[in-house]
Structures are given as structure tokens and as C-alpha cells.
């Protein structure tokens, strides 16, 4: 190729946890994390769980001078706690709130109240067109019984679908945030194999961090140990992804993360290790000839697309999976309510004992009835809205499983129509190269 342009750009993605008289030392933390923003020149500052806006004003005043573009991602109840801070101008943003987030009775997990969601900058950088997108997705409490994995697969779902619906004009796409993920966990693979987004980790020959990029140390004091098992060093949950274009390559020269508490300090910048990745842009034109080019480009295309209908094809068996639970606990909230309203009644039926035969002495002492009948209604109430949430996740699941069937057909459809010769190579070799095009089943 024929290299016409470069530019390098710092990307910064750190979990604050920065939830106001819960997180830990949160006020200490955060003029911490403003310190270091202002020391390094990074480009471009992705943050999530910054849970109150106040946190953000302060940051956003403390950046002004390094960071002059800034915008906050409001969500939900407590907002969706994302941010992103810029040395570029940030021409326009957009926020998609997943539309399923874990269960409103759940509170001690917290994940339903903060909206989680995907918020889109659109950024000049140069002369090219910069789609960043900040994320974090529903956490997972226990691996072996995660009862929230449906949930996030389908997050991981829209998550794919809005990258790639959003950056079809862009030149350069960049995602970080809290994904919540392991490497090679569904949702992962569904994200990154169906938008062609590369790892910054995997992709780096120059990394500087802890051990395999963990993100979530066991050294970390802000972390119970016991969360990690069956993983004692920790886990990798945090990511910068990215993608170039056809006229842009991008190149990830170096990463580098956080290696627990601050130095001279004796705490962290958060319960997660901050991930710091040095991207290279490269403006290009195409030096192949046109058949080889064509040639690889189906070949490339024919091994995306068998790993898309196995990776699809899971994601949806994982759904249904999802589903059933869903129908099974709406039964039981009906259930349950029609109990409550068969009490309701019973209640009603001896209240008009005394006016159907004057005389007669109520059957139930006052405050044993007027007991009876709260319970009653507060089965009743409860179970109604339980019934209604369970609803709406009932038709959230089917809508991504209606999807994901349809995505699906129309990659075996592909698969029908590629010559047998690039099937059988697809199947020989995996996808690779060091820069994959955007790929969209769809077209």
C-alpha cells in the first residue's frame, strides 16, 4: 500500500466506581484520576460508572484546559454512568439504552437502576471521521450460575448492531469500556467477530500492564478475593477495541494498564485497572490488483461468515434458554397474583356478612381483617408489576431471538451461494489478517 497520512492518537478507558458514599475513598479517587488525565496527553478518555453528574462537572472543569470537549451519557435512574473527554471536537453523540438490564428486585446488584447503555461520539480527528463508542454492560456475579448471561448476550447483540449500523461512514472506529466479558465468552466473540473490531491486547506487540491484561486484580484492595474464584490472578473484563476502513488502516502500537495502587499512594484509581492503548492511523490506497484482492477479500468473507452462523447460532440457543425462564417466572407471578385476588375477594365476601344479616357480628377481629386485606393487596400489586416486567423481558428476548433467526437464515443463504472451493478453505484455515474489513451479513 501506499501510505499518504499518519496520525497517532491515546486512547484512555477506566471503571471509576464511582458510586457516592458507597465506592470507597470516591472523592480521593477521583481527584487522582483528574491528576493523571492532565499529566498524560491522551486523545480520547472513556469512562464508566461515573454515577453521579456533580463527579463529572468537577472532572470536566479540572480538564477544561487538556480535554476542552467533554459530554456526559444520561440514563435511567441513576444515569447510565458514561463519559467521554476529548482533545478533538466532538461534532454530534448519541446514547441506545439496552433494552434488557438485569431485574428491578435485585437492588443490591444496582445494574437495573443505572440504564446500561452504549453512548456514540462522533469525533474530528484530522481529516478523518472517528466513531467512539463508551460501554459497560450487566456485570456477572457468579460464573457457574450466572442467571443474567441471557441478558447480556442480548446486550452484546444490540451492542453489535449499533456499531454497525452507526459507523458505516466513519473511517475510524474506537469502543472501550467495561464489557464485563472474558475474552472468549459469547458475547465477545458475537461483538467482535460480527463487527470486526480487534483487540488492542491481542493486537499490541509492546505491552506494559499486569499478567495477561487482567483488568480485575486480586491485589486490588478494593476487591473481595472470593468474587475471582475459580480465577486467583483475576480477570480480563476491560477493552479497547478497534477498526479501520477501506482508505484507513489503524495499527495498535503499544498498550499498557495500571498495575494496582497509585504510585505513592496506598489505594487504586478504582476496583478496576485503567487501560491506556496508543493507536496509529493510516491513510492508504490500495496497491493489490483488483482479482487478488477480490479473491482474498472471499475467502476472508467465507470463513467470517461459518464462524457467524455457529457464534449466532449459540447466541440464540442461550436466548431461548433466557426465555423459558422468563415464561416460567411470569406464570408463577400470575399465579401467585391469583391467589392474592382470590384473598381480596374472600376479604370483600366477610365484610358484607354484616350487611347481608343485620345483626351479625363480624367473624374476624378488625386488625386480623384489616391485615388480611393489606396482604392481600400488597400480593396483588407486587405480583402485577412482577407480571408486567416479565412481559416486557418476554418480548425483548423474542425480539433479539426473531433477530438472531433471521441473521442467521441469511448467513446460510451466503453460505449456499459461495463457491464450494471458498467454503472448504474457510474450513481449513481460520479468518486472519492483521486488518479485517467490516463485514455486514445483511448485504
Given at each position: 500500500m501506499a501510505n499518504t497520512d499518519s496520525i497517532g492518537i491515546r486512547v484512555f478507558s477506566l471503571n471509576c466506581w464511582g458510586i457516592r458514599y458507597l465506592s470507597k475513598q470516591c472523592c480521593q479517587r477521583y481527584a487522582r484520576i483528574g491528576d493523571t488525565l492532565?499529566?498524560?496527553e491522551h486523545d480520547i478518555v472513556l469512562l464508566q460508572e461515573v454515577w453521579s453528574e456533580k463527579d463529572f462537572l468537577s472532572l470536566k472543569k479540572k480538564l477544561a484546559s487538556c480535554h476542552p470537549h467533554s459530554h456526559y451519557f444520561k440514563s435511567g435512574?441513576?444515569?447510565?454512568?458514561?463519559?467521554?473527554?476529548?482533545k478533538h471536537r466532538i461534532h454530534d453523540t448519541f446514547l441506545y439504552r439496552y433494552s434488557l438490564n438485569g431485574y428491578p428486585y435485585m437492588a443490591h446488584h444496582g445494574d437495573w437502576f443505572g440504564g446500561k447503555a452504549v453512548g456514540l461520539a462522533v469525533l474530528s480527528i484530522g481529516s478523518l471521521t472517528a466513531n467512539v463508542y463508551v460501554t459497560h454492560l450487566h456485570a456477572e456475579y457468579c460464573r457457574d450460575k450466572d442467571s443474567y448471561l441471557p441478558h447480556r448476550v442480548v446486550q452484546a447483540?444490540?451492542?453489535?448492531?449499533?456499531?454497525?449500523?452507526?459507523?458505516?461512514g466513519a473511517d475510524v472506529v474506537i469502543l472501550g469500556g467495561d464489557l464485563n466479558m472474558h475474552p472468549e465468552d459469547l458475547g465477545n466473540r458475537l461483538l467482535r467477530v460480527y463487527t470486526g473490531l480487534r483487540d488492542s491486547y491481542l493486537e499490541t506487540d509492546k505491552f506494559d500492564g499486569c499478567e495477561d491484561g487482567i483488568t480485575l486484580i486480586a491485589d486490588n484492595p478494593f476487591i473481595r478475593k472470593k468474587d475471582l474464584v475459580p480465577f486467583e490472578k483475576g480477570i480480563r473484563i476491560d477493552y479497547i477495541l478497534f477498526k479501520g476502513c477501506s482508505k484507513t488502516a489503524i495499527f495498535c502500537d503499544s498498550m499498557c494498564t495500571t498495575k494496582g495502587c497509585i504510585p505513592e499512594h496506598p489505594f487504586p484509581y478504582s476496583d478496576h485497572e485503567a487501560l491506556t492503548t496508543e493507536l496509529r492511523l493510516v491513510s492508504h490506497t490500495p496497491s493489490e490488483t483488483g482479482r487478488d484482492k477480490q479473491s482474498k477479500d472471499q475467502d476472508s468473507a467465507a470463513g467470517r461468515v461459518a464462524e457467524l452462523v455457529d457464534i449466532v447460532t449459540e447466541a440464540r440457543t442461550e436466548v431461548k434458554v433466557g426465555l423459558h425462564c422468563a415464561e416460567r417466572m411470569r406464570y408463577t407471578a400470575a399465579r401467585t397474583?391469583?391467589?392474592?385476588?382470590?384473598?381480596?375477594?374472600?376479604e370483600l365476601a366477610i365484610a358484607v356478612v354484616p350487611w347481608l344479616a343485620p345483626g351479625t357480628e363480624q367473624p374476624?377481629?378488625?386488625?386480623?381483617?384489616?391485615?388480611?386485606?393489606?396482604?392481600?393487596?400488597?400480593i396483588l400489586l407486587?405480583?402485577?408489576?412482577?407480571?408486567?416486567?416479565?412481559?416486557?423481558?418476554l418480548k425483548s428476548l423474542?425480539?433479539?431471538?426473531?433477530?438472531?433467526?433471521?441473521?442467521i437464515g441469511s448467513l446460510q443463504e451466503k453460505l449456499r451461494g459461495l463457491p464450494l472451493a471458498q467454503l472448504n478453505n474457510a474450513q481449513l484455515k481460520p479468518p486472519g489478517g492483521q486488518e479485517p474489513s467490516a463485514f455486514d451479513p445483511e448485504e
Open positions: 492532565c499529566k498524560e435512574v441513576i444515569g447510565s454512568g458514561l463519559a467521554i473527554f476529548s447483540w444490540e451492542l453489535q448492531q449499533f456499531v454497525r449500523h452507526t459507523s458505516a397474583g391469583a391467589l392474592g385476588l382470590a384473598l381480596l375477594f374472600l374476624f377481629p378488625s386488625i386480623s381483617f384489616y391485615l388480611l386485606a393489606a396482604l392481600s393487596f400488597a407486587t405480583t402485577s408489576l412482577l407480571y408486567i416486567f416479565y412481559t416486557m423481558e423474542q425480539g433479539a431471538e426473531d433477530q438472531m433467526r433471521l441473521a
